[in-house]
């Protein structure tokens, strides 16, 4: 990899990996020129139900939602370490893996609410950048705490030089799609067509996942 060149990260349980993940990840990665992004599932994560499918079935997932994609890269890392996957962790071992590249943590707006609560929040930003995701006309709501770093944070385009440290506020073609809603549409005996890549689709009924 280039030393210059930067690096998207986008973390979830992916229960299962759906289109508005991989069309949010690709459109980060061009407008920020990204070398890759790295897909990383949650292993246990803290703030949110566990997820239905194995490790290994999200991995797989995941490994058949990009298959012919070379910019995507799939990274077991969290699903390898014990304990909690807190997103520090994770920020820490990339950075030591890339020391010169800088790292884009990919966030939606409410993930951005939530991060308050997320183990040793203040602490990111000195290992990455953060870019929001926000829907084209609607509007970022925080709290007063969070209005306050947000803004003592946000990105000017000079800090593309940087490594880490800045908050990068960006409007993507978000696909209204819910891992929560596929899950319940297969309970239901509907198929996720169209909303997940096909080969997901048929691993999905393949292994009656979510039934």
């Not at 990204?34 to 997932?61: C, G, K, N």
């Not at 440290?165 to 993507?172: H, I, Q």
């Not at 239901?188 to 096909?198: A, I, V, Y």
Request: proline share 7%; net charge negative; with cysteine.
């Amino acid at each position: 990899m280039g030393m210059t060149k930067a690096v998207g990260i986008l973390g979830g349980t992916f229960d299962p990996v759906h289109n508005g993940h991989l069309r949010s990840a690709l459109e980060c990665l061009q407008q920020f020129d990204f070398d890759h992004v790295r897909l990383i599932p949650s292993a246990r994560p803290p703030h949110r139900t566990q997820p239905q499918a194995t490790p290994e079935q999200r991995m797989m997932m995941l490994h058949l939602a990009i298959k012919n994609s070379q910019q995507f890269i799939v990274d077991d890392r969290e699903l390898k370490r014990e304990g909690a996957s807190y997103t520090i962790d994770t920020l820490k071992s990339l950075k030591a893996e890339f020391p010169e590249t800088a790292l884009y943590l990919i966030l939606g707006t409410d993930a951005l609410n939530l991060l308050l609560t997320w183990h040793q929040w203040q602490q990111l930003l000195d290992f990455c950048h953060i870019i929001v995701m926000q829907r084209a006309g609607a509007p970022l709501t925080l709290s007063d705490e969070m209005t306050s770093w947000y803004q003592a944070h946000l990105a000017k385009p000079e800090d593309k030089s940087l490594l880490a440290g800045s908050v990068w506020p960006v409007t993507l073609t978000q696909l209204t799609i819910s891992a929560t809603t596929i899950r319940s549409d297969v309970t239901l005996g509907q198929p996720p067509t169209f909303l997940t890549p096909d080969p997901v689709v048929s691993f999905i009924e393949q292994l009656k996942l979510y039934q």
